[in-house]
Structure formats: structure tokens, C-alpha cells
């Protein structure tokens, strides 16, 4: 069965420092990979996926991610955190093309400390 | 244009008591997700339908729990004889298609007591 491991449920960075939130994910066939982020009091919405095309994906607000298939591993970073960066992150797999069903990590609370 | 809508945004129920959770999709979104989000967890997968049907109900927990989607639109999760761990924010998502980007609803939350 596919699975997600998020490392660290709350990662606390300082305004400006780098950001990096783990994913590790198990897989026997390719996988497709998403990162969502939920602001406070807002729902989900996509920062990037991964669709077995470039290895390094950029998504919205400056974040990115790489996949590395020999880690089995699809962390999220951030050169440079902001304020607003403050909420929760969920790394997400899904398996091949004919499904739709998707499975989450347990996410990942992000706090930016000024 | 309008979102992934909702309703009702929160439910209380007692424990026992059957409940209607209901869904309207991105217009010409023909994937729809529900999900369940449980205080301090991540998002369990529940079912997922291509159209009106539903390909997989794998995650479904229990069979107190059924969904139907009609006219490939709007979706309706009903949870009957409601129980205490049945608690949680459900959220529904809706897609171009499977593995295109999910626009995720603001959720309803559930409480039964």
C-alpha cells in the first residue's frame, strides 16, 4: 500500500532562514507527488506537484521541491521564510493514471518566528 | 469563478442520529473527492468518484458510510447512526480529472455528541 511520512510534525524557523519540510513516501511503480499547504482558517490549496516530468518542481510563493527517487524522498524548501509562510503542509502521493485516490501525510505545522 | 462549496459549514448531531454532508464541485470538474480530517492528523482518503461513479471506495470507513454523486456534479456523503469517532472536518475536493490539481472545499465540521 502506498504511504507518506512526513518527518516532524512542527518545524519552527526564524523570518528569513531556510525552510525544509520532509516527505518520504514508499512506492513500487512511479508516483505522483503534491504538496498543499492550509493558511489558518482557510482551506487547501496546491503549491506543486510532481508528474514524473523535471526532477525539481517550482511551485507558488517562492517554494520548491525535488523528487529523488533513490531516497524515495519529495522534500519542500524555501530559501528564505517569510511571516506568511506560517501554516500546515501536507505531502500527498497518488499511483498511476487510472486512480484518483490520494494519500496524505499527517502535515506538517510550519511557525516563522520574527 | 466559484469554488468548491460546502454545506453545512459545521453540524452538531447526537450520537445515533443519521447525517447528509453535501458537496458542489468546480463546474466541469468530473473527479470529486471526500476526505476526513481528524483533530491533529492528516487527510484520510474516504472515496472518490470519475462522474456519477465511484471507482473506489477503499477508504469508506465503516459501512454506516455511503456517498452517491448525481448528474456528475453534486455529491452527498451520508454517515448513519452517527458515533463519537465519527467526530472530524470532512473535506471534499473536486478536479479536471484524476491527477490534476484538487480545489479543495472549506469543509464541514462534524461533532456528534
Known amino acids: 500500500a502506498q504511504s507518506v511520512t512526513q518527518l516532524g510534525s512542527h518545524v519552527s524557523v526564524s523570518e528569513g532562514a531556510l525552510v525544509l519540510l520532509r516527505c518520504n513516501y514508499s512506492?513500487?511503480?512511479?508516483?505522483?507527488l503534491f504538496w498543499y499547504v492550509q493558511y489558518p482558517n482557510q482551506g487547501l490549496q496546491l503549491l506543486l506537484k510532481?508528474?514524473?516530468?523535471?526532477?525539481l518542481v517550482k511551485g507558488i510563493n517562492g517554494f520548491e521541491a525535488e523528487f529523488k527517487k533513490s531516497e524515495t524522498s519529495f522534500h519542500l524548501t524555501k530559501p528564505s521564510a517569510h511571516m506568511s509562510d506560517a501554516a500546515e503542509y501536507f505531502c500527498?502521493?497518488?499511483?498511476?493514471?487510472?486512480?484518483?485516490?490520494?494519500?496524505f501525510g499527517d502535515g506538517t505545522t510550519l511557525t516563522v518566528k520574527p | 469563478g466559484a469554488g468548491v462549496s460546502q454545506s453545512p459549514s459545521n453540524k452538531v448531531t447526537e450520537k445515533g442520529k443519521d447525517v447528509e454532508l453535501r458537496c458542489d464541485p468546480i463546474?466541469?470538474?468530473?473527479?470529486l473527492y471526500w476526505y476526513r480530517q481528524s483533530l491533529g492528523q492528516g487527510l484520510e482518503f474516504l472515496i472518490y468518484?470519475?462522474?456519477?461513479?465511484?471507482?473506489?471506495k477503499s477508504g469508506l470507513p465503516s459501512d454506516r458510510f455511503s456517498a452517491e454523486r448525481t448528474g456528475g456534479s453534486v455529491s452527498t456523503l451520508t454517515i448513519q447512526r452517527t458515533q463519537q469517532e465519527d467526530s472530524a472536518v470532512y473535506l471534499c475536493?473536486?478536479?479536471?480529472?484524476?491527477?490534476?490539481?484538487?480545489?479543495f472545499g472549506p469543509g464541514t465540521r462534524l461533532t456528534v455528541t
Open positions: 510532481y508528474t514524473s516530468a523535471a526532477t
Open positions: 475536493a473536486s478536479s479536471e480529472g484524476v491527477l490534476y490539481e484538487q480545489y
Open positions: 463546474s466541469g470538474h468530473t473527479a
Open positions: 468518484f470519475q462522474g456519477n461513479s465511484a471507482p473506489d
Open positions: 500527498a502521493v497518488s499511483y498511476g493514471t487510472n486512480t484518483g485516490k490520494s494519500t
Open positions: 512506492s513500487s511503480v512511479p508516483p505522483y
